[in-house]
């Protein structure tokens, strides 16, 4: 309901896919194809987001933030294990050209992140052997591809595993890399916050302690990372 009242919100057309039953490649890879189709029927831009996202503010449109030479747009993780990265389970797009790079299937590390390792690849990280150990941002070539992007801020895909602490200006909370029982469990507990949280809060103080706690949890169980 939160994602169909985003869209309402803002004037999107809201759509929910899923790939079908004889779909013959890992569930992940389906975006692109959701993705491509939505463009074909006329959509000027297409914004996807995966199941595990959670919108905990929708007073901004998140296009807003995108450049206007921009093609696409998509968050990065500052993570304990890749360093900073981007994350396709929400991203703009308005060309397919984008959609069709990130569909090669010629890459070993793709079998584990899928598509995100063609995004990494086209932003100049190699996804076979990860970032520099220094974690610096990757400075890609616009010569290199036919599309620009344009970064998004993580208040737009806040994850348990960001370096960077929860922003204040929270929009979407996304729960990447947990099983599926903790990530249900974990968006009926923020859902739960938010229904009881004060007018004089905001979703990103009603969700702090929680998040914190996610946080804490998540970067246990990779300290022989950090």
Not at 76 to 97: K, Q, S, V, W
Not at 200 to 208: D, G, Q, S, W
Request: charged share 30%; glycine share 4%.
């Amino acid at each position: 309901p939160a994602m169909q009242a985003y869209a309402a919100k803002h004037g999107y057309e809201y759509r929910e896919d899923g790939p079908p039953g004889d779909y013959d490649r890992q569930p992940s890879w389906y975006k692109l194809d959701a993705c491509r189709s939505a463009l074909r029927d006329g959509c000027e831009w297409v914004l996807w987001l995966d199941a595990d996202i959670l919108i905990v503010n929708d007073s901004e449109d998140i296009l807003r933030d995108v450049h206007d030479k921009s093609d696409v747009a998509f968050p990065y993780h500052d993570t304990p294990i890749h360093g900073y990265c981007p994350n396709t389970g929400l991203f703009l797009t308005r060309t397919e050209a984008f959609l069709d790079e990130l569909s090669q299937t010629d890459l070993k590390f793709s079998k584990r992140i899928w598509e995100q390792a063609n995004c990494w690849r086209a932003v100049g990280i190699d996804p076979d052997k990860g970032i520099s150990p220094e974690r610096k941002p990757p400075l890609p070539d616009p010569t290199l591809r036919p599309w620009n992007y344009t970064e998004l801020q993580h208040k737009w895909d806040y994850c348990f595993f960001e370096m960077r602490g929860i922003p204040r200006d929270l929009r979407f909370v996304h729960f990447a890399g947990s099983n599926q029982q903790s990530r249900e469990e974990r968006i009926t507990e923020c859902l739960e916050a938010l229904a009881r949280k004060s007018q004089e809060e905001t979703p990103e103080e009603a969700l702090r302690p929680l998040l914190e706690r996610y946080t804490t949890e998540r970067l246990a169980q990779h300290r022989g990372y950090l």
